[in-house]
């Protein structure tokens, strides 16, 4: 019969192409719910980010000394990503716990379901570009000149990237989930204090300046081994980075040394995507044959 | 048994080999860390095993119509998961030669919030068909399911006969190699259920493989020609369906005349 091919191994991660047509009935799902549930629907997915931006700007335009250019964009820019990174997979975690009663009763690839969610998480995000877009056009306008450049499209490339490593964490936590319920409280902590290291409301310079006084004094530059750590051991500030470098970069007059992203960072962004989707999948194989005891 | 030189050959389409299924029965599932570090502490982290079946064989040969018998929570179901790859073995191996198709239960993948139109597409892609295909039944799917009035409405507001109607038009839109039909047809109306019937015949009669499971002896005579009872997840007899049916009945009248005999007793 030719409508079922069995040409991938049942199990196995690339099962995902035979049900590709499911993807695209899973994530229209989820993005038609999401839409028609809500009275200001979209609006709603553009005004959020904005309001929250708008109070992050205020706030930390108080708080830090440090003068951050078009820091409103700067903000948007770095918290979009990381709530990418982060819906998707809190989103993704409990994608098998929520099709119990599906899994008990029919057969399907169990990587569908977090991959719907990360994938439904991406296309929103694509949405909610809109909001960045309003506030580039509104600092078009005060700024007196266009902050749009042909470089904005890079962000594609920051989309893949980001997509490849949530879906790998998602895996790895969807997994988890179902043999330890209370994994999400760890997944928030954890996720709370990768924000803080993020560099969302701050900027890495900040490190690299109190290094050097550090060094000048003579003590241990801890200050340095912190910038280094969020610099290469955090893929999403890596994701961060590049994506400002896209989006913020092109609107400035001078670059500052720490916002420039070299091909290193490709390298390191797309390497850990990578490294993190194998764990995701190495995991995820491996317990989900016991999944269906567990739910 | 009968014929091992014709063993070799792939002759069978759904082969069950000594399959043991377990399950765990603990009365409080760990499924906290807490309470996982806890136990791993006392040193109380055990895995109660339920034994649900018991090294069951059941070698099906393309064409045939088998019904599986056997009391409540004998292991039926479990049974049926086994071959639908939704359970995987404990022990042993379950080799199935064939596209199947599963009615464990009607309209596993309905989402109560879409549309019926919406449901069509979604559950014939997790059945694992592609959308153009479905596109093609489409017509097919709405014409037999009667509910062509009812397309662009929420599944929410339909009666469990209508969702299982549109369940058993999506699952049985193409025609299977092997129909596994659990007890799902209990909900319909006596129309729709011998409309099912109807269908399951026609299939049968093309040359699909049936699995059925009902307690309706009348039923699973008419649609079978062989069977296995299972109890307590083992396999008691297999083979013939009146001989299988007729000790199957005369068991459990033994068995009611003894619970009789013991109440009269009291
Ligand atoms: N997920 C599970 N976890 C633990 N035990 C289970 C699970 N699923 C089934 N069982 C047990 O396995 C046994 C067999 O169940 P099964 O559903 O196969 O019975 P059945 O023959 O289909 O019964 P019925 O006629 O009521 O449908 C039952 O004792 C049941 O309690
Ligand atoms: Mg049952």
Redesign the interface.
Known sequence: MATKPRQYKEGSFFEIFRYKDLLVQLVKRDIKLKYRRSFLGYVWSILNPLLIMIIMAIVFSFLFKREIALFPIYLLAGRSVFELANTAVSKALGAITDNTSLLKKTYVSKFMFPLSKITSTTVDFIFSMGALIIVMLVFSIIEGRLLFSFWNFGIIIVVVEAYIFSMGLGFLMAQLHVFFRDIRYVYNAFSTMLMYCSAIFYDVGMFYDKAKDQINAGVTPFALYLAHFVEYCNPVYIYIKQFRYFIWVPTLETVPQWAVVTPVDFLLGFGYAILMLAIGVFFFKRSQDKFILYI | MENTEKEKAPQYIVDVDNVTVR??KANQ?V????E?FVRLIRRQLMFQEFIALKDVNLKIKKGEAWAIIGTNGSGKSTLLKVI?????PYKGSVKVD??IA?L??LG??I?P??TAR?NI??NG???????Q?IDEKFDDIVEFSELEDFLDSPVQNFSSGMKSRLGFSVATM?E??VLIVDEVLSVGDVLFRKKCMKRMKEMLEKGATLLFVSHNMTTVKEMCDKAIWLNNGEVVMSGDINKVCDEYNSTIEEKKAKEKKEKQKK
């Not at chain 2, 499924?31 to 807490?34: E, G, P, Q, V, W």
């Not at chain 2, 639908?84 to 995987?88: G, H």
């Open positions: 399950f765990n599932k499924d906290n860390l807490k996982y639908s790859r939704i359970l995987k064939g596209s599963s464990i239960e596993a993948g989402d919030k879409l919406e597409y979604l892609c997790i059945l694992g068909y592609t959308k295909f193409v299977p190699d």
